[in-house]
């Protein structure tokens, strides 16, 4: 069982930065692939990002490669999502989510846990 809490959301303007944290509790954190996932108001739950649970892989959509960055410590069981270079687009509800599996798939159903989420707000 593992439990998510994301924080580091917030109102930032077009241009800028923001860091989001997941902390995971429980002792097999590194046993697990992790992803962010996004979903704005009134659209699905996208996958934004996937780290191995070793942090050799990584993975992005299209509309963020190049601007955003996921990376884990497992020695702190947190997982990260640096998000620079934001547009308005970017705004929504960001979710860290666990799999027993891989992320690859880029599904929401290859994931175990979720957190509750951290709102975005991108101003333009």
């Known amino acids: 069982q593992v439990q998510l809490v994301e924080s580091g959301g917030g109102l930032v303007q077009a241009g800028g930065s923001l860091r989001l944290s997941c902390a995971a509790s429980?002792?097999?954190?590194?046993?697990?692939?992790m992803a962010w996932f996004r979903q704005a108001p009134g659209k699905e739950r996208d996958f934004v990002a996937g780290?191995?649970?070793?942090?050799?892989?990584?993975g992005y959509a299209d509309s963020v490669k190049g601007r955003f960055t996921i990376s884990r410590d497992n020695a702190k069981n947190t997982v990260y999502l640096q998000m620079n270079s934001v547009t308005p687009e970017d705004t929504a509800v960001y979710y860290c989510?666990?799999?027993?599996?891989?992320?690859?798939?880029?599904?929401?159903?290859?994931?175990?846990?979720w957190g509750q989420g951290t709102q975005v707000t991108v101003s333009s």
């Open positions: 989510a666990a799999s027993h599996g891989s992320w690859y798939g880029r599904l929401t159903a290859n994931f175990d846990y």
């Open positions: 780290i191995t649970w070793s942090g050799d892989n990584t």
């Open positions: 429980g002792r097999t954190f590194s046993r697990y692939d």
